[in-house]
């Protein structure tokens, strides 16, 4: 379903409120009373059969009697009717649905049953439904408050939207005494149909808002949620308050990865790598919000404090420092300059302590300086009323400054009665004010680190080699005899075959069912030794006693064989013991690791990385990650663990070949990639051993139902669109999808266009493309966009010698915008036509039905191949052409559909006749995204 039909719901131009009321507090009664009464232009219709009019306007008795198909049916009857309801409402060709009504799925398996029956006739009408069990919505730009809530709040530019109706109501309550105004307000309910993705695209469009803030209790849709975040957090912060941190729900799970991976920091980690702010209670979620919605966002960690009083001065500082902010150094100009204005004795340094004296104009010059010096990113400003200060004049100056400058400023008046006049000025002239410094400081840090993670998660990664099996076979014929075995977990063999068939580095083991056969293999093998216990029911061998370390010599392996397998029978009597694996020891000079991963009901696949060992889920060391990874991803994994200061080398232990590690953990991510059976896989421990890493202990856990269960929330790197084309001169080009690690070439092939090229393709000229742009072209979601570069290998290097880009309209998502340019020196070669020939067959095989672009009208090339390859052309702004393809009627390429894992080549085409590359009359070269 296309979010444009989201329109329906919060911009109705008519609506139908069935079960509006006369009877007072009712639901009924009080949305009908707040739509009518709140100054919304549009129509609202009350359905009753029971009247003749409710609340003095004319009452029908069934959405069939409404005189025109309204936009939005707003539902307030009982639950045992809302189907019947909604059938009757799609019959009628309404295509929003907004169900107030509770007694669904939260009431047992009779609700749940009403929820089947709502989600048929959702898909047999094409409906869009919000709730149930949800409080409403308000749209105050629209003053529609279709809610039960009393007051319409404030216009501003944050979008809220929250799980819970109680939360709804207590921000609503805190806005208002804040004065913080809102972009519209959503309370979700149960989420049968629209959730956080749908809105997060919706208002990540919308032109009143600028932040958007989320109070989630779970996620139904992970997947939507993650592409929804990640392709709007660049642009307008999220912020995200979840609740149920400490869940009870932590079940017994059979590797240490699965008893790690709760579900707490699962959530923190899908925050962390969509780029959303994450804040732990409704106060910092108000905090937060006052920033967003007042003043600019913090570029900078440091901080300049500005206070009348040195105690809470110090207090603010030591909060600075202890949430990862800095104090802001000031500079010689600032000092000498403050030394002009303020007493002898103030504190020639920050925080600036302008003395219990201090009046209004003597804060507003030491302000203003301070805001004049670039070691300052933003300011705090502390005032404590006593004799001389006044904190209304105080804030009215505070006002007049802020609209003079870039940076944020907060400001905490210390007190009650005697400042609550000053604050009220404050926010009523988007100036965030706290009762305490600590909550400024933070909410400031918050959104500071927000700006910080972003950079560190689009930081350019460096290329590291993704390893893939060279023997696919043997990976199937292991997962065959698990499965002819119904069997899920592999044994240590089977899965540290599985382990270096990818290139991670294991010790082999050797399997032996006697004591003599343990001594053969250990005097192969040389000593010392490593005995472990074979038995498919025993997951965690240490537990009982299933693992001895160090022997040296053939008297120590009998006895040990003998003890291990009486022991575990003892412990374990069902378990079947098929003997012992006998390995080579590894040298542990220090420390372990863990590397694992466990399929989440929510999340799908995770990456969990920490120290190993038998100490792993006592020090609960560990980072969570999702897969796909590149350099910068398993970097920040990495540093989310103490291990990764021993990591770096400490006192006598060694630094870890870091590189060595980031590709084994990509590598790790590729094979949960390529195989969605695995359900749950332990590599504990890991031990670094000079530059190789050698996994000492492996266990993989298949999934007996992979269909069943989510695999991955993040579309890896789409290989399938992979493809090799020979140019008119004969030069070989790979046409292949675009990734973070091009970044260079990116800015190399840029760096060489003409002004004009740059024109054709940005529509205006551009000198330069910093990193934060680079990265919106490299870096991308491959669920909402393919970028498609021609590679070339010139004198032994890479080079991109063009790039073509389908990006999925994020409202309808069945359309799509194309862009694409080619470097002046390779145009007239056919490559732009090669481009546009593979961006539709792409559409095509992404199930879109359309492509848009625009182009410049003196683009001559580019709408010569446009009108060839039969493009509709309409007018669009002025000096542009709007052009359009429709996919679904271009039978010549309808068949030629991409298939997983197969380049087609144009030969092949040309043999199938499914081509519709036609000889250009001059090759295209530019057109904007």
């Known amino acids: 379903m296309m979010t444009a039909s989201l329109d329906k719901i919060f911009k109705p131009k008519s609506i139908a409120v069935v079960g509006a009321s006369e009877t007072v507090g009712s639901a009924g009664y009080r949305i009908f009373r707040n739509l009518i009464g709140s100054g919304y232009d549009g129509v609202v219709y009350p359905v009753n059969p029971k009247r003749e009019s409710v609340q003095g306007v004319q009452a029908y008795a069934s959405i069939n009697e409404v005189p025109k198909v309204v936009d939005l049916a707003i539902i307030c009857t009982p639950a045992g009717v809302v189907c019947d309801v909604v059938e009757q409402c799609g019959i009628r060709g309404v295509k929003g649905i907004l169900i107030i009504s509770a007694g669904f799925k939260e009431i047992g398996p009779e609700g749940v049953a009403r929820e089947h029956k709502l989600l048929e006739l959702k898909k047999k009408y094409g409906l869009r439904i919000v709730g149930p069990n949800c409080v409403g919505f308000i749209m105050p730009y629209l003053n529609l408050n279709a809610t039960f809530a009393g007051s319409m709040p404030e216009r501003g530019s944050i979008a809220l939207v929250s799980q819970s109706g109680a939360v709804c109501g207590a921000i609503l309550d805190w806005a208002a005494a804040a004065k913080v105004g809102f972009s519209s307000f959503v309370s979700v309910g149960s989420m049968l149909d629209v959730d956080f ?26 997947r939507k949620f993650m592409s929804a975040t990640k392709g709007f957090a660049r642009a ?13 729900g932590a079940k017994a799970a059979s590797s240490h990865t699965g008893a790690l991976a709760g579900e707490d920091v699962i959530y923190d980690a899908a925050f962390r790598r969509s780029g959303v702010v994450r804040v732990m209670d409704i106060m910092d979620l108000f905090n937060c919000a006052s920033i967003l919605a007042k003043q600019p966002r913090p570029m900078g960690p440091n901080i300049a404090i500005v206070t009348n009083a040195g105690g809470p001065g110090v207090l603010a500082t030591d909060s600075i420092v202890e949430k990862g902010g800095k104090l802001a150094p000031l500079s010689e100009e600032t000092i000498k300059e403050l030394n002009k204005v303020l007493p002898s004795h103030w504190s020639h340094a920050n925080p600036v302590d302008i003395i219990g004296d201090g009046d209004d104009v003597r804060y507003q010059q030491a302000i203003e300086i301070c805001l004049k010096d670039q070691n300052i990113d933003g300011l705090l400003v502390l005032c404590v009323p006593q004799v001389m ?6 804030a009215d100056k505070l006002v007049d400054i802020a609209r003079k400058t870039t940076k944020p400023i907060l400001t905490s008046f210390i007190g ?35 700006e910080r993670h972003l950079e560190q998660l689009y930081e350019t990664p460096d290329e590291l080699m993704i390893r893939t099996p060279a023997h696919q076979e043997i990976v199937e014929k292991i997962l065959s005899a698990a499965q002819a075995e119904q069997r899920t977990l592999l044994n240590e063999s089977e899965a540290k075959t599985f382990l270096e068939l990818y290139g991670i580095t294991t010790t082999t083991p050797v399997i032996a069912k006697t004591a003599d056969e343990a001594v053969k293999a250990a005097e192969k093998l040389g000593y010392p030794v490593v005995m472990k216990i074979l038995s498919p029911q025993i997951s965690h061998k240490s537990d ?4 001895v370390l160090d022997l040296r010599c053939g008297g120590d392996v009998k006895t040990t064989f003998t003890e291990m397998t009486k022991r575990a029978k003892e412990k374990v009597p069902q378990a079947t013991i098929i003997g012992v694996t006998i390995q080579k020891q590894v040298k542990n000079h220090g420390y372990e690791l863990i590397l694992g991963s466990k399929k989440d009901p929510v999340f799908g696949s995770v990456i969990l990385f920490g120290l190993g060992g038998i100490y792993t889920e006592l020090f609960k060391d560990r980072a969570i990650g999702f897969p796909p990874l590149n350099q910068t991803l398993a970097q920040r994994i990495i540093e989310k663990t103490k291990a990764y200061q021993l990591l770096k080398g400490f006192r006598s232990i060694l630094p870890v070949d870091m590189k060595k590690l980031e590709e084994t953990m990509i590598t790790f991510s590729q094979m949960l990639i390529d195989h969605p059976e695995i359900k749950e896989v332990d590599i504990n421990p890991l031990i670094p051993q000079g530059n190789e890493l050698i996994a000492v202990d492996a266990r993989i856990i298949l999934d007996p139902e992979p269909q069943k269960h989510p695999h991955l929330i993040i579309t890896p790197y789409p290989t399938k669109y992979m493809k090799q084309i020979t140019l008119k001169d004969n030069t070989s080009i790979l046409l292949r ?6 970044e260079n070439m990116w800015l190399e092939m840029f760096q060489s266009f003409s002004e004009e090229t740059v024109r054709f393709r940005f529509f ?9 742009v680079r990265t919106r072209y490299c870096n991308i979601d491959y669920d909402r966009e393919i970028g498609i570069v021609a590679e070339v290998q010139d004198h032994g290097k890479k080079r991109i010698l063009g790039v073509a880009r389908l990006i999925v309209d994020p409202v309808r998502k069945d359309e799509c915008e194309f862009a694409l340019v080619v470097t002046d020196e390779w145009q007239r070669q056919g490559l732009g036509s090669e481009f546009l020939d593979y961006l539709i067959e792409i559409g095509q095989d992404k199930n879109l039905s359309k492509i848009n672009g625009v182009v410049l009208k003196d683009n001559y090339p580019m709408i010569a191949l446009c009108k060839e390859k039969g493009f509709q052309f309409s007018d669009g702004d ?6 359009e393809y429709d996919l679904l009627y271009d039978e010549g390429l309808k068949e030629g559909t991409l298939e997983s894992g197969k380049n087609i080549t144009e030969t092949d085409e040309k043999k199938k006749g499914k081509s519709s590359k036609k000889k250009p009359k001059k090759p295209v070269e530019t057109l904007r995204l």
């Open 389 to 394: 200060a006044d904190p209304q004049k105080l």
């Open 878 to 883: 002025p000096g542009e052409y709007k052009v």
């Open 764 to 772: 205006r000229i551009i000198k330069d493309t910093p990193h934060e």
């Open 236 to 248: 307008k912060p999220i912020i995200v308050i979840k609740s149920g941190r400490y869940k009870e």
């Open 416 to 450: 009650e009665a005697s400042v609550y006049q000053a604050r009220e000025l404050l926010n009523r002239n988007n100036i965030p004010t706290y009762a305490s410094p600590d909550e400024a400081v933070e909410s400031y840090m918050y959104l500071y680190h927000y």
């Open 544 to 547: 009982v006693g299933g693992v």
């Open 197 to 222: 993705g749908d809105l997060i695209d919706y208002f990540g469009m919308d032109m009143h808002t600028r932040s958007i803030v989320l109070y989630i209790e779970s996620i139904t849709d992970a």
């Open 737 to 742: 999808p675009i990734k973070p690690e091009d």
